[in-house]
T-cell receptor, first 113, second 118 residues
């Protein structure tokens, strides 16, 4: 079955710098890759997603890139702000699994003032 | 956008009692809802997939008699933790997707329920 690995587990960056979180997946049939942000004690919230027919997607300071050949996708946050501090989860899914999400282990992003 | 409402947000119960958690899709119908459990500083662990009008599908290692799931309508799924014990203390989150958009539309999460069993 699908396996999603996420790195790093913790990332500390200076406010204003960029942050990059990487995920790899094992099942080449996976075709949907969302990223969720979870603040402490709260629900995960979708921040950006990408489908396998696209290589990159951007939404203001957030971007996601997908390399289907290498089976990895990355989250890029530019000009980081204190409110970006949270745990970020990547996930992968495919049609024949009823689009059940397979989750990465999460990355705790710390923005240093 | 799609909204998923989950209640209660926090519950404290005594060991041996049962607790019911409700998950509602407020502005869309959800034939399928997902129940997750999350331990501190860990990822989301899928417990079961709730299917409207049929039995839930449980993940390996999840006791179906312990975690009863009922999906009686297109907008409501419930998770009942039966005979709760301290080790059942956790953060439980439900989610659903609006399949009117597509079967591959984003998952929307409830606010979660913090269960503490004393």
């Amino acid at each position: 079955g699908e396996n999603v690995e996420q790195h790093p587990s913790t990332l500390s960056v200076q406010e204003g710098d960029s942050a990059v979180i990487k995920c790899t997946y094992s099942d080449s049939a996976s075709n949907y890759f969302p990223w969720y942000k979870q603040e402490l004690g709260k629900r995960p919230q979708l921040i950006i997603d990408i489908r396998s027919n696209v290589g990159e997607k951007k939404d203001q300071r957030i971007a996601v890139t997908l390399n289907k050949t290498a089976k990895h996708f990355s989250l890029h946050i530019t000009e980081t702000q204190p409110e970006d501090s949270a745990v970020y989860f990547c996930a992968a899914s495919k049609a024949d699994s009823n689009y059940q999400l397979i989750w990465g282990a999460g990355t705790k992003l710390i923005i240093k003032p | 956008g799609a909204v998923v409402s989950q209640h209660p947000s926090r519950v404290i119960c005594k060991s041996g009692t049962s607790v019911k958690i409700e998950c509602r899709s407020l502005d869309f119908q959800a034939t399928t809802m997902f129940w997750y459990r999350q331990f501190p500083k860990q990822s989301l662990m899928l417990m079961a997939t709730s299917n409207e009008g049929s039995k839930a599908t449980y993940e390996q290692g999840v006791e179906k008699d312990k975690f009863l799931i009922n999906h009686a309508s297109l907008t409501l799924s419930t998770l009942t933790v039966t005979s709760a014990h301290p080790e059942d203390s956790s953060f439980y989150i439900c989610s659903a997707r609006d399949t009117r958009v597509s079967y591959n539309s984003p998952l929307h999460f409830g606010n979660g329920t913090r269960l503490t069993v004393t």
